[in-house]
Every structure is written in structure tokens, then in C-alpha cells.
């Protein structure tokens, strides 16, 4: 019976623990959730009066803020913005590091994987070493207050990155595959591009959403080389951008970022499994 | 070199190199002739598909890179593209800048304070969610949303949580009794550095709590009930063998962070843009105020210059738990 209880005591202890864990890592989120949706007067009572209970909707919810943030400001601009500027940046991505994940995959043997940990590192290498010399560049280039300029350097982290993941997907495709083919008479090239693209699809199709999520996360670059509000992406409009003088749209704000981060967030737990294994590099030996 | 005793030019990769060494043995004489031409071509392709990648980089994270340290010996300003040269003239101004020895002594307690507590956290999480569990898939999934929501957007959800008149946290503590007045979280240094440190916090731990977790998977099972059925406690379990065992995995994890943390910009400049009364500067907030704000590219680029060490000692670290993974493996 003690025992029993004992041990009821600590499943009911593990439980309590994941429990915090897990509240603390949504709490932020749950908080952009409540904000969107509530009305003004629920929202904004000041903290000291502790007959409101903020953690609730005091009043019935609303979407208010919603159509504000989708009619009145500029944040579909924002995301025009972001997925063009996004899709160009995937683009140019896949274009030099399909070739690229290949040729470290299949064709440059262990020196090959030296190059593919060099080629990880420099995703490493962060923004904020690079904003200053790149704002040199971009004034060379004339490119200044121009998306182009995010065109530009956002490839400078998605290509490392995606040839790193691109090489992953090559690996599990099994060699005898191509070998067969090329000896029933194709080259290496047309063996790659009728028989291995097919079955790297799904590679390409993670490679492709990873590359945009990255460029919606960025901020430093986007607030180094974007001053006018109608050319910001949406990291940057919405932080920068959603307040009327010194007042934050808080409830628009909210709405934006929980919009926002909802698509990255499914996108991110599609293919975790596949980034922490090319991550940890073999640390985890699976 | 097996290459050269197999009669290959180059470098190959090592199992090709076996295979073909095998093979060798039955296969008649023109095959191998006829496969190490293959090579060659295959060695020449693959250079060929590895260039315009590797072009793209070199130009625009090499070049800039050299520039950042070339900048940083100059008195460039933006809005001119001249190139003044001023020697070491940029790091003796910020040597005995108050407010740089600030930033650095922020970033690194910024970093080390967030990173310990990460580890801590990250691991007890993964303990916890191991061995409890209905619904893991489902907590994991919950815990990646810190990592993969955008910087700036997570910094503008604390922001609000921390907001002077209708902060959240407020409300709670004085709701369950620990708080009698009231706190101004970005009017404070001190609070407003522990506002910081959550957020780095909050951002880093589920991440690193679902790689440790995935480390402990591959953790043999065999082991581990080897182990328990020696009757080691959960403490010595955890310290002598889970632990080391998930040594590699945890040092990436952290080195991960290290790196995310030190060179983040966004979540100081937008909770308290460096404030109060530039108490909470960090390298990257100042090299941005600075360089971009300030127009002065030469001291900016100096300021940035100095999370090089903190990087440089992370990749050497990086590559070398790449290293003994390979090897080991």
C-alpha cells in the first residue's frame, strides 16, 4: 500500500515537472492567443487591480484586432513581401545547392565530408558579424532600402544550410540505385536528373520550406537594410512598425506574431527529426 | 595511401576505394582501367557542382568576412564609401569605452548564465519527459514553438508579458502573495537583464531538451538495464552513465546556443533597445548602434569583431565532437 503510494507520488511528481516544462515553453503563446482575440477593455486593465483576472477572457472574445491588423495596417504588404522576397531566396537556394548537397553526397568522397562540416559551420558564422561589411556592400551595390538587398544576402545562409541538409537526403538514397541506371546505358547526369531527383523530392521539399522559414526569422538584416515600412518583411513590419506613436497595437501585434509563427511552428515539427540528426553530426549515434 | 596502391590520381571516397580494392581481385584487368577513368570524370563533376555553391559563399560570407576585420582598422562611415585607414586607433577608443567593457561584460554573462541554466533545464527536462509518458509527441511538439518562431516576434510577446502598467507576471505574483509593489521590468538594469536571461532561456531549452532527448534514444537500451539491474540509484545512473554518455550531444546543444545567444541582436534591442540608461547593451546591439544608428562602420565592425573568439572556439568544439564520432564510429 505504501509502496503503492510512493510511487503514485512520483508519477504524479514527473507529471508536475513536464507539466512547468511545457508551460513555460507555451506560456508566450497562449499570452499572443489571449491578446489577439480580446477586447480593449478586457485587455488593457492595469495589472494592479487583482479583481481581473488576466489569464482568461473576461469578455466575450473578438476579431477586432484581426481585421485591423489585415485592413488597416500593413501587414499584407508585409507578407507580400516576405513571400516573394522568401521565394526567390528559395529559388536561388536550391539552384546552387541542389548540385552542390549532390556532389558532397555522392561524388567527393571523405574529403567531401570535411568540406560538408565546413560548409555547415558557416551557417554559423551570424549575422551580426556580417551587418556592418554588408551594409558597405550593399552601398556599393546601390541596393540600400531595396529588398533586393535581403534577395541577396539571405542565400549567404539558406545555401550552407540546405547544401548541409540537401547532402543528408542524397545520403539515404542508396547508390546501387544510379549505378543500375548508369549501367543500363545513362550518364551520371541524366542518371541524377531521371533517377535520383525523383526520390530526392521530399529532400528538396524540406529543403525548399527550411530556406523560407529562415528567411521569415530573420531581423538583423532586414532592420540593417530596410528603413521604408512598405518594403519590410513581416519579422520586422510587425515588431518595428505596428505602433501608432508611442502605442503598440498590442492586440494586432499579437495576432501577427501568433499568425505568423503558427505555419513555421508545423513546418519546424515536420522535419525536426531530420535537423537534429544532421545537427548533432553523428554525435547521436543512431 | 590505398588510392595509389589501386593506381588512383586522387583522393576517392574510402569505401569506393574498398569496393574497387575488392573487386579488383575478381574483376579482370580492363575494368579497372575502365572505372578509374569514371573516377576521374566523377572527381572533376563533382568539382563542377560543388563550384558556383561554393563561389556564392566565398563571395558573400568570405569577402564580407575579411571586410568586417579590414572595416574595423578604418574609420569608414556609411554614407561615403571611403576607406580611411586608421590602424588600431577604432580598438583603443573602444578599449576605453565604459560602455563596450558594459556590453561585453553583459554578453558574457548574458551567455553563460542563460546557457547553464539551458543545460540544467534542458536536461531535467529530458529525464522528466523520458520516463514519464502520455503524450510525448505531443509535449515535444510544444516544446520546438520557442526555437521556431521568429526572434522578433518572440521578443515582442515578452515585451508586452513585461509591459510597465500591464505586465502579466506582475499580476501573478502580487495574485499569489510574493509581490507587494510593483515591478518595472525594463526601467531596472537588474530586472531588465533578468528579463533578457528568460527570454534566451526560454528560447534555447526546448531546443536543447528535444536533441538531449533524442540523444537518450540512441543511448543503448542493454545498458541502461544493465545498469538498473545492477541496482545503480537513478543519481549514479544519471551521472555515470546517461551524462557522459550524453556528453557529445549536450555540447552541441549548448555550443548551439552559445552561438545564438552571444550574436543575437534582436531580443535585446527590442525588449529594452539597451536600456536602462544603456545598461543592457550587448556587443551585437552596440555594434549596431554604433555602426548602423551612429554611421560609424569602422567602430561597429571592431565592437562585432569581438564575438570572433567566442565563434572560433565553438567550431573548433563543433568539429571536434564531429571528429570523435566519425572516428568512434
Given at each position: 500500500?505504501?509502496?503503492?503510494?510512493?510511487?503514485a507520488?512520483?508519477r504524479v511528481?514527473?507529471?508536475?515537472?513536464?507539466l512547468?516544462?511545457?508551460v513555460?515553453?507555451?506560456?508566450?503563446?497562449?499570452?499572443?492567443?489571449l491578446t489577439a482575440?480580446?477586447?480593449?477593455?478586457?485587455?488593457y486593465?492595469?495589472?494592479?487591480v487583482?479583481?481581473?483576472?488576466?489569464w482568461i477572457?473576461?469578455?466575450?472574445p473578438t476579431?477586432?484586432?484581426?481585421?485591423?491588423?489585415f485592413?488597416?495596417?500593413?501587414y499584407?504588404t508585409?507578407?507580400?513581401?516576405t513571400?516573394?522576397?522568401?521565394?526567390?531566396?528559395?529559388?536561388?537556394?536550391?539552384?546552387f545547392?541542389?548540385?552542390?548537397?549532390?556532389a558532397?553526397a555522392?561524388?567527393?568522397?571523405?574529403?567531401?565530408?570535411?568540406?560538408?562540416?565546413g560548409?555547415?559551420?558557416?551557417?554559423l558564422?551570424p549575422p551580426t558579424l556580417?551587418?556592418?561589411?554588408?551594409s558597405?556592400?550593399?552601398?556599393?551595390?546601390?541596393l540600400q532600402?531595396?529588398?533586393?538587398?535581403?534577395?541577396?544576402v539571405?542565400?549567404?545562409?539558406?545555401i550552407?544550410f540546405?547544401t548541409?541538409?540537401?547532402?543528408g537526403?542524397?545520403?539515404?538514397?542508396?547508390?546501387?540505385i544510379?549505378?543500375?541506371?548508369?549501367i543500363?546505358g545513362y550518364?551520371?547526369l541524366?542518371?541524377?536528373?531521371?533517377?535520383v531527383?525523383?526520390?530526392?523530392i521530399?529532400?528538396?521539399l524540406?529543403?525548399?520550406?527550411?530556406?523560407?522559414?529562415?528567411?521569415?526569422?530573420?531581423f538583423?538584416?532586414?532592420?540593417?537594410?530596410?528603413?521604408?515600412?512598405?518594403?519590410m518583411?513581416?519579422?520586422?513590419g510587425?515588431?518595428?512598425a505596428?505602433?501608432?506613436?508611442?502605442v503598440?497595437?498590442?492586440?494586432?501585434?499579437?495576432?501577427?506574431?501568433?499568425?505568423?509563427?503558427?505555419?513555421?511552428?508545423?513546418?519546424?515539427?515536420?522535419?525536426?527529426d531530420?535537423?537534429i540528426?544532421?545537427?548533432?553530426a553523428?554525435?547521436?549515434?543512431? | 595511401?590505398?588510392?595509389?596502391?589501386?593506381?588512383t590520381?586522387?583522393?576517392?571516397?574510402?569505401?569506393?576505394?574498398?569496393l574497387?580494392?575488392?573487386?579488383?581481385?575478381?574483376?579482370?584487368?580492363?575494368?579497372?582501367?575502365?572505372?578509374?577513368?569514371?573516377?576521374?570524370?566523377?572527381?572533376?563533376?563533382?568539382?563542377?557542382?560543388?563550384a558556383?555553391?561554393?563561389l556564392?559563399?566565398?563571395?558573400?560570407?568570405?569577402?564580407p568576412?575579411?571586410?568586417?576585420v579590414?572595416?574595423?582598422?578604418?574609420a569608414?562611415?556609411?554614407?561615403t564609401?571611403?576607406?580611411p585607414?586608421?590602424?588600431?586607433?577604432?580598438?583603443?577608443?573602444?578599449?576605453?569605452?565604459?560602455?563596450?567593457?558594459?556590453?561585453?561584460?553583459?554578453?558574457?554573462?548574458?551567455?553563460?548564465v542563460?546557457?547553464?541554466?539551458v543545460?540544467?533545464?534542458?536536461?531535467?527536462?529530458?529525464?522528466?519527459?523520458?520516463?514519464a509518458?502520455?503524450?510525448?509527441?505531443?509535449?515535444?511538439?510544444?516544446l520546438?514553438?520557442p526555437?521556431?518562431v521568429?526572434?522578433?516576434?518572440a521578443?515582442?510577446?515578452w515585451?508586452?508579458i513585461?509591459?510597465?502598467?500591464?505586465?502579466?507576471?506582475?499580476?501573478?505574483?502580487?495574485?499569489?502573495?510574493?509581490?507587494?509593489?510593483?515591478?518595472?521590468?525594463?526601467g531596472d538594469?537588474?530586472l531588465?537583464?533578468?528579463?533578457?536571461?528568460t527570454?534566451?532561456?526560454?528560447?534555447?531549452?526546448?531546443?536543447?531538451?528535444?536533441?538531449?532527448?533524442?540523444?537518450?534514444?540512441?543511448?543503448?537500451?542493454?545498458?541502461?538495464?544493465?545498469?538498473?539491474?545492477?541496482?545503480?540509484?537513478?543519481?549514479?545512473?544519471?551521472?555515470?552513465?546517461?551524462?557522459p554518455l550524453l556528453?557529445?550531444?549536450?555540447?552541441?546543444a549548448?555550443?548551439?546556443?552559445?552561438?545564438?545567444?552571444?550574436?543575437?541582436?534582436?531580443?535585446v534591442?527590442?525588449?529594452?533597445?539597451?536600456?536602462?540608461?544603456n545598461?543592457?547593451?550587448?556587443?551585437?546591439?552596440l555594434?549596431?548602434?554604433?555602426?548602423?544608428?551612429?554611421?560609424?562602420?569602422g567602430?561597429?565592425?571592431?565592437?562585432?569583431?569581438?564575438?570572433?573568439?567566442?565563434?572560433?572556439?565553438v567550431?573548433?568544439?563543433?568539429?571536434?565532437?564531429?571528429?570523435?564520432?566519425?572516428?568512434?564510429?
Open positions: 500500500m505504501k509502496r503503492r503510494l510512493v510511487r507520488a512520483k511528481g514527473l507529471y508536475g515537472a513536464a512547468t516544462f511545457t513555460f515553453a507555451v506560456f508566450p503563446f497562449y499570452w499572443m492567443f482575440f480580446k477586447q480593449d477593455r478586457d485587455l486593465v492595469g495589472g494592479t487583482t479583481t481581473h483576472i488576466p477572457f473576461n469578455d466575450p476579431l477586432e484586432h484581426v481585421q485591423l491588423l485592413r488597416q495596417t500593413l499584407p508585409w507578407v507580400r513581401n513571400v516573394w522576397i522568401g521565394g526567390l531566396v528559395v529559388l536561388i537556394t536550391l539552384i545547392a541542389l548540385p552542390a548537397g549532390y558532397l555522392r561524388l567527393t568522397g571523405r574529403w567531401g565530408e570535411r568540406l560538408g562540416i560548409i555547415f559551420l558557416t551557417y558564422i556580417l551587418f556592418i561589411p554588408f558597405r556592400v550593399i552601398a556599393v551595390l546601390g532600402n531595396s529588398p533586393w538587398a535581403l534577395v541577396l539571405y542565400p549567404t545562409f539558406t550552407p540546405c548541409w541538409l540537401l547532402m537526403f542524397f545520403r539515404s538514397i542508396p547508390r546501387d544510379e549505378e543500375q541506371a548508369m543500363d550518364s551520371r541524366s542518371a541524377m536528373r531521371k533517377v531527383l525523383p526520390l530526392a521530399s529532400g528538396i524540406t529543403a525548399a520550406i527550411f530556406a523560407f522559414t529562415l528567411v521569415m526569422q530573420d538583423v538584416y532586414a532592420l540593417t537594410f530596410i528603413s521604408s515600412v512598405g518594403k518583411t513581416v519579422s520586422l510587425i515588431p518595428v505596428l505602433v501608432r506613436g508611442d503598440f497595437y498590442w492586440g494586432s501585434l499579437m495576432a501577427a506574431a501568433l499568425i505568423t509563427s503558427v505555419p513555421i511552428a508545423i513546418v519546424y515539427n515536420l522535419f525536426i531530420r535537423f540528426a544532421g545537427l548533432t553523428g554525435a547521436v549515434k543512431g | 595511401m590505398t588510392q595509389d596502391a589501386a593506381g590520381p586522387r583522393p576517392v571516397g574510402g569505401e569506393r576505394v574498398a574497387k580494392e575488392a573487386e579488383s581481385v575478381v574483376v579482370a584487368a580492363p575494368a579497372i582501367f575502365r572505372r578509374r577513368t569514371l573516377a576521374d570524370r566523377e572527381d572533376a563533376l563533382g568539382r563542377l557542382l560543388l558556383p555553391a561554393l556564392y559563399v566565398v563571395l558573400l560570407v568570405g569577402v568576412f575579411g571586410m568586417a579590414l572595416l574595423s582598422f578604418s569608414a562611415r556609411s554614407g564609401l571611403t576607406f585607414w586608421v590602424g588600431l586607433q577604432n580598438f583603443w577608443t573602444i578599449a576605453a569605452d565604459p560602455q563596450f567593457r558594459l556590453a561585453l561584460r553583459n554578453t558574457t554573462l548574458f551567455t553563460v542563460s546557457q547553464v541554466l543545460m540544467v533545464l534542458a536536461t531535467a527536462a529530458a529525464n522528466v519527459l523520458e520516463a509518458f502520455f503524450g510525448r509527441r505531443g509535449v515535444r511538439m510544444l520546438l514553438l526555437w521556431a521568429p526572434v522578433s516576434l521578443a515582442m510577446a515585451t508586452w513585461f509591459d510597465s502598467t500591464f505586465s502579466v507576471v506582475n499580476w501573478t505574483l502580487r495574485a499569489v502573495g510574493l509581490l507587494k509593489g510593483w515591478l518595472y521590468w525594463f538594469p537588474t531588465a537583464m533578468i528579463a533578457i536571461i527570454v534566451h532561456v526560454w528560447r534555447m531549452f526546448p531546443f536543447a531538451t528535444v536533441i538531449v532527448l533524442a540523444g537518450m534514444s540512441a543511448i543503448p537500451a542493454e545498458i541502461r538495464e544493465a545498469a538498473v539491474v545492477d541496482g545503480a540509484s537513478f543519481w549514479r545512473r544519471l551521472f555515470q552513465i546517461n551524462l556528453l557529445p550531444v549536450v555540447t552541441v549548448v555550443l548551439f546556443g552559445v552561438v545564438f545567444t552571444s550574436t543575437d541582436l534582436s531580443v534591442y527590442l525588449l529594452t533597445r539597451g536600456g536602462p540608461y545598461s543592457t547593451h550587448v556587443l551585437a546591439s555594434a549596431f548602434q554604433r555602426g548602423i544608428l551612429g554611421a560609424d562602420l567602430q561597429g565592425a571592431a565592437i562585432a569583431l569581438f564575438l570572433l573568439p567566442v565563434l572560433v572556439v567550431a573548433i568544439l563543433m568539429l571536434r565532437v564531429a571528429r570523435r564520432a566519425e572516428v568512434g564510429g
